[in-house]
């Protein structure tokens, strides 16, 4: 798709909604150099939506969605859970259909995206939280990581199954008392990260949202990684303020908190020896552009 | 939007040319071809324009997933490999639907029911799928012998089922279904069943059309719902959740959405009906006695009646070929004359059966059975047995035969 295509005939113009219209005359699409810094001065991907006052998922998705760097060609998948609640209201094609299975939907997805449109860049992106992720939809998961199926999979990580109510979960850290961990979790927190690296995802990263920066970065870093070379895998913390007793001004202080060098989501990052090189690749054409663009602009001066 | 062009009378990657499926299937020239019915199902595949099939293994399907893999190697299928679990594969095969592409999958058994969640989801999300179940025992203790009772459980999936009898059918269903369940006005899935092993791994002699035509490919913009590829401008879809608000309106919405499924398989009955001749096949439909079959149960049956012929007994036939759409009407007509309506089946629970006497009047008149179960064969002689005791008429003991 491209922005060219979602033009209103100018006879119909003011009969469009006006979110239609924002849409339309200021939306992202098809600016190469979209980032978090367009959230609330151009059109955004996301509208209102329905999650709790506060909740860090909310800006972790807004950060994503403005960091996509293909958004007029990139589809997403999600799984049951508040995700689901939120993609309703995301001007992006995206599929919801079964608990955890959401790897294996973006499997198919990619594959049929590529067969149809050999000559063109469709992303995909699998947005889930970690019940889906870790606990049901694990061995999807891995599976769509060990046939290097070229996409992105990005948790969202609180913990818990914020969804239904607070529940026992496998990324949950161990000795939390949760509802159906009556006594406390019984085993550590699943190292998925590590499992990632090892299942042979090219570029794996765990982080909060407290950055926007550096949430823009990772999942850029991930699309073009996953684009070229095959999976890759992002671990958010978006911890749910509600089900472990924080206020709604509370979020971003407990993931500052969480990111500590000593904590359990201090930045960690694994980079395949590939990626590393295509990385590379990219920052030096980056910096030529604005090499380039710098030159222009001091003469133009 | 290349699809949404008539493509008909160019040529494919293959050098196979793309044939009004109407002249394919009625107008040209066939090959009678020994084949078992999973070289059948490849042949079939050959032609069909499948752009993604996705496989995994399963006693009695592997071997038509295996073959259909010999294709992809070939080049005449855009994509294909092996998933993790039946469920895993009915996602991905979602997953390839919703991005455009005309899929195949082929199951089994206990695999259906592993997968079982993933259908009502295609019917709900309008993916027209088609997949292949090649029926086989589900329940313990292990079996892999044939065994029909999963039909009776895709049955209420929202999906299209069709049963097929001979290899012959599967042939020309599989391309027959594709061209039902893409029509805008109905686009489900549909599951295309036989008896394993009985369909399977027999031979027989299918007359084939030409190796060198082929389906045109799917159109996906011909969907009555947003191909997930991002070629149309995406909407935010509505300010609140769709499910999550415990009002009138959400129920209200689900509600009619399942009813529309509904509405989707009974609006395929005239495309049925135009492609495969009709819901049912009848057969002397004034005689007494009339046997009601789907799959290769209507085979036996037909031998039955050639039996039961020699003792002067006279018996006419119904073969349901599609379950959903269910044949309700015709069933009726065709049975108006019958005093007894004997159903055979290849499963303990007769679901044929129940089926036909909530369709017919004075549904006493309905016979659930032989039954044959866990595998096992059903000897023509069984339902002789079964109708002349009926009858009261005197029966030969079969033990006699060893059967």
Redesign the interface.
């Given at each position: 798709m491209s922005k060219e295509r979602i033009k209103i005939a100018p006879e119909f113009f003011d009969i469009m909604p006006p979110e239609y219209q924002d849409l339309v005359q200021r939306a992202t699409y098809g600016k190469e150099d979209r980032g978090w810094k367009d959230i609330g001065t151009a059109k955004e991907l996301i509208e209102e939506h329905s999650l709790c006052a506060g909740c860090p998922e909310s800006m972790a998705f807004r950060y994503i969605l403005a960091s996509l760097p293909n958004p007029e060609d990139t589809v997403m998948v999600g799984s049951t859970g508040c995700t689901s609640l939120v993609f309703p209201m995301v001007a992006v094609h995206n599929i919801h259909s079964l608990f955890g299975n959401q790897n294996a939907i973006a499997s198919g997805l990619k594959r049929a995206l590529t067969v149809r449109f050999p000559g063109k860049v469709k992303d995909v992106v699998v947005l889930a939280g970690d019940g889906a992720t870790v606990d049901i939809g694990l061995d999807m998961t891995l599976q769509a990581w060990f046939r290097q199926e070229k996409f992105t999979t990005i948790c969202f990580d609180n913990e818990l199954y914020a969804n239904t109510g607070g529940q026992e979960s496998g990324l949950m850290r161990k000795g939390f008392v949760a509802k159906m961990a009556p006594i406390g979790k019984q085993f550590e927190k699943v190292r998925l990260p590590e499992i990632a690296r090892e299942s042979g995802c090219h570029y794996v990263v765990q982080c909060t949202v407290s950055k926007p920066s550096v949430v823009e970065r990772v999942i850029r870093n991930a699309v073009f990684v996953a684009r070229e070379l095959g999976p890759t895998y992002i671990q958010l913390y978006t911890p749910c303020i509600l089900e472990i007793g924080k206020n709604s001004m509370e979020g971003l202080q407990e993931m500052r908190d969480s990111e500590k060098p000593t904590e359990r989501f201090a930045y960690k990052e694994f980079v395949s020896e590939p990626a590393k090189q295509f990385l590379a690749e990219l920052a030096a054409k980056e910096k030529e552009k604005k090499a380039a663009a710098k030159q222009l602009a001091s003469q133009e001066a | 939007m290349a699809e949404t062009k008539s493509l008909i009378g160019t040529q494919n990657k293959k050098g196979q040319t793309y044939t009004d499926p109407r002249r394919m299937l009625f107008e040209a020239p066939r090959t009678p071809s020994f084949y078992t019915g999973s070289e059948v199902i490849k042949e079939a595949i050959r032609r069909a324009s499948c752009?993604?099939m996705?496989a995994y293994p399963i006693t009695p399907q592997s071997e038509a997933a295996a073959l259909i893999g010999e294709l992809f190697a070939e080049g005449y299928i855009?994509?294909y490999?092996r998933?993790?679990?039946e469920?895993?594969?009915m996602?991905?095969?979602?997953?390839?639907?919703?991005?455009?592409?005309r899929?195949f999958t082929t199951t089994a058994g206990p695999g259906t029911m592993r997968a079982m969640?993933?259908f009502p989801?295609w019917a709900g999300?309008r993916l027209p799928i088609q997949m292949i179940v090649t029926c086989r025992g589900i329940n313990s203790p292990l079996s892999i012998q044939p065994d029909t009772l999963e039909i009776s459980y895709l049955m209420n999936t929202g999906m299209l089922v069709w049963h097929a009898e001979t290899a012959q059918d599967f042939f020309d269903w599989i391309l027959k279904g594709y061209m039902v369940s893409e029509e805008p006005d109905v686009h489900l899935p549909l599951a295309l069943c036989c008896d394993g092993f009985f369909v399977t791994h027999t031979k027989d002699v299918v007359q084939l059309t030409p190796a060198d035509m082929c389906l045109p490919p799917y159109d996906p913009y011909r969907s009555p719902v947003?191909c997930?590829?991002?070629?149309?401008?995406?909407?935010?879809?509505?300010?609140?959740?769709?499910?999550?608000k415990s009002n009138y309106i959400s129920y209200a919405t689900h509600a009619s959405w399942q009813q529309e499924i509904w509405a989707a398989v009974e609006r395929s009955r005239k495309h049925t009906i135009a492609w495969l001749d009709g819901l049912i096949d009848a057969e002397n439909t004034d005689a007494d006695i009339m046997i009601v079959a789907s799959g290769t149960a209507v085979s036996q049956g037909r031998e039955a009646i050639r039996m039961l012929e020699d003792e002067g007994v006279r018996a006419g036939l119904v073969k349901v070929k599609t379950l959903r759409p269910w044949p309700g009407e015709e069933i009726r007509e065709a049975t108006k004359h019958a005093e007894h309506i004997f159903v055979p089946e290849f499963n303990v629970t007769g679901w044929l059966a129940k089926e036909i006497r909530a369709t017919v009047p004075n549904s006493d008149r309905v016979h659930a059975g032989p039954h044959v179960c866990g595998g096992m064969t059903m000897p023509p002689e069984i339902i002789v047995s079964e109708i002349k005791t009926t009858l009261g008429m005197r029966a030969v003991s079969l033990a006699g035969r060893g059967s």
């Amino acid at each position: 798709m491209s922005k060219e295509r979602i033009k209103i005939a100018p006879e119909f113009f003011d009969i469009m909604p006006p979110e239609y219209q924002d849409l339309v005359q200021r939306a992202t699409y098809g600016k190469e150099d979209r980032g978090w810094k367009d959230i609330g001065t151009a059109k955004e991907l996301i509208e209102e939506h329905s999650l709790c006052a506060g909740c860090p998922e909310s800006m972790a998705f807004r950060y994503i969605l403005a960091s996509l760097p293909n958004p007029e060609d990139t589809v997403m998948v999600g799984s049951t859970g508040c995700t689901s609640l939120v993609f309703p209201m995301v001007a992006v094609h995206n599929i919801h259909s079964l608990f955890g299975n959401q790897n294996a939907i973006a499997s198919g997805l990619k594959r049929a995206l590529t067969v149809r449109f050999p000559g063109k860049v469709k992303d995909v992106v699998v947005l889930a939280g970690d019940g889906a992720t870790v606990d049901i939809g694990l061995d999807m998961t891995l599976q769509a990581w060990f046939r290097q199926e070229k996409f992105t999979t990005i948790c969202f990580d609180n913990e818990l199954y914020a969804n239904t109510g607070g529940q026992e979960s496998g990324l949950m850290r161990k000795g939390f008392v949760a509802k159906m961990a009556p006594i406390g979790k019984q085993f550590e927190k699943v190292r998925l990260p590590e499992i990632a690296r090892e299942s042979g995802c090219h570029y794996v990263v765990q982080c909060t949202v407290s950055k926007p920066s550096v949430v823009e970065r990772v999942i850029r870093n991930a699309v073009f990684v996953a684009r070229e070379l095959g999976p890759t895998y992002i671990q958010l913390y978006t911890p749910c303020i509600l089900e472990i007793g924080k206020n709604s001004m509370e979020g971003l202080q407990e993931m500052r908190d969480s990111e500590k060098p000593t904590e359990r989501f201090a930045y960690k990052e694994f980079v395949s020896e590939p990626a590393k090189q295509f990385l590379a690749e990219l920052a030096a054409k980056e910096k030529e552009k604005k090499a380039a663009a710098k030159q222009l602009a001091s003469q133009e001066a | 939007m290349a699809e949404t062009k008539s493509l008909i009378g160019t040529q494919n990657k293959k050098g196979q040319t793309y044939t009004d499926p109407r002249r394919m299937l009625f107008e040209a020239p066939r090959t009678p071809s020994f084949y078992t019915g999973s070289e059948v199902i490849k042949e079939a595949i050959r032609r069909a324009s499948c752009d993604v099939m996705i496989a995994y293994p399963i006693t009695p399907q592997s071997e038509a997933a295996a073959l259909i893999g010999e294709l992809f190697a070939e080049g005449y299928i855009g994509d294909y490999f092996r998933g993790e679990s039946e469920f895993a594969v009915m996602s991905q095969c979602a997953g390839a639907a919703f991005g455009g592409a005309r899929v195949f999958t082929t199951t089994a058994g206990p695999g259906t029911m592993r997968a079982m969640e993933n259908f009502p989801m295609w019917a709900g999300a309008r993916l027209p799928i088609q997949m292949i179940v090649t029926c086989r025992g589900i329940n313990s203790p292990l079996s892999i012998q044939p065994d029909t009772l999963e039909i009776s459980y895709l049955m209420n999936t929202g999906m299209l089922v069709w049963h097929a009898e001979t290899a012959q059918d599967f042939f020309d269903w599989i391309l027959k279904g594709y061209m039902v369940s893409e029509e805008p006005d109905v686009h489900l899935p549909l599951a295309l069943c036989c008896d394993g092993f009985f369909v399977t791994h027999t031979k027989d002699v299918v007359q084939l059309t030409p190796a060198d035509m082929c389906l045109p490919p799917y159109d996906p913009y011909r969907s009555p719902v947003p191909c997930m590829d991002m070629e149309c401008p995406p909407v935010r879809m509505m300010r609140d959740p769709f499910i999550m608000k415990s009002n009138y309106i959400s129920y209200a919405t689900h509600a009619s959405w399942q009813q529309e499924i509904w509405a989707a398989v009974e609006r395929s009955r005239k495309h049925t009906i135009a492609w495969l001749d009709g819901l049912i096949d009848a057969e002397n439909t004034d005689a007494d006695i009339m046997i009601v079959a789907s799959g290769t149960a209507v085979s036996q049956g037909r031998e039955a009646i050639r039996m039961l012929e020699d003792e002067g007994v006279r018996a006419g036939l119904v073969k349901v070929k599609t379950l959903r759409p269910w044949p309700g009407e015709e069933i009726r007509e065709a049975t108006k004359h019958a005093e007894h309506i004997f159903v055979p089946e290849f499963n303990v629970t007769g679901w044929l059966a129940k089926e036909i006497r909530a369709t017919v009047p004075n549904s006493d008149r309905v016979h659930a059975g032989p039954h044959v179960c866990g595998g096992m064969t059903m000897p023509p002689e069984i339902i002789v047995s079964e109708i002349k005791t009926t009858l009261g008429m005197r029966a030969v003991s079969l033990a006699g035969r060893g059967s």
